[in-house]
């Protein structure tokens, strides 16, 4: 037994020319749009399906050391903060270099206490 059910869609313009498309919520009295639906019993939005982000589960001390490692990843570096800070990557701007640096001992030091 299938059954079926009608999506609709929604196009706004885009800046450069041309369409975008978009699926509206087939939940009753919604109709947000919504780039990506949730699949399930039935199709809904993120809003009507209840659904959060994992990240919003997470703890602050997790919240912080996903950060670091990011941040790390990002400068060739390492996961491990006890590695300690490396090289500038080639390419990169100094500018952002040392706007990751910053982030990267203020979240170390909040977190590690280094």
């Known amino acids: 037994m299938s059954t079926t059910s ?3 869609l929604d196009w706004t313009p885009c800046n450069c020319g041309g369409q975008r498309a978009w699926f509206l919520c087939p939940t009753p009295g919604c109709a947000q749009r ?3 639906l949730n699949g399930g019993p ?5 809003h009507c399906g209840e659904l959060a982000y994992a990240s919003r589960a997470e703890r602050s001390a997790a919240r912080a050391i ?3 490692h990011k941040i790390r990843e990002r400068l060739g ?4 903060v006890s590695f300690g800070h490396g090289d500038k990557p080639k390419g990169m701007r100094w500018a952002t270099f040392e706007r990751l640096v910053e ?5 170390a ?3 590690l206490g280094r």
Request: aromatic fraction near 8%; hydrophobic fraction near 40%.
């Open 6 to 8: 009608r999506i609709r």
């Open 34 to 36: 919504t780039a990506i």
């Open 42 to 46: 039935t199709f809904t939005c993120r």
């Open 66 to 68: 996903r950060r670091v």
């Open 77 to 80: 570096w390492g996961r491990s």
């Open 103 to 107: 982030q990267h001992d203020a979240l």
């Open 109 to 111: 030091v909040a977190r």
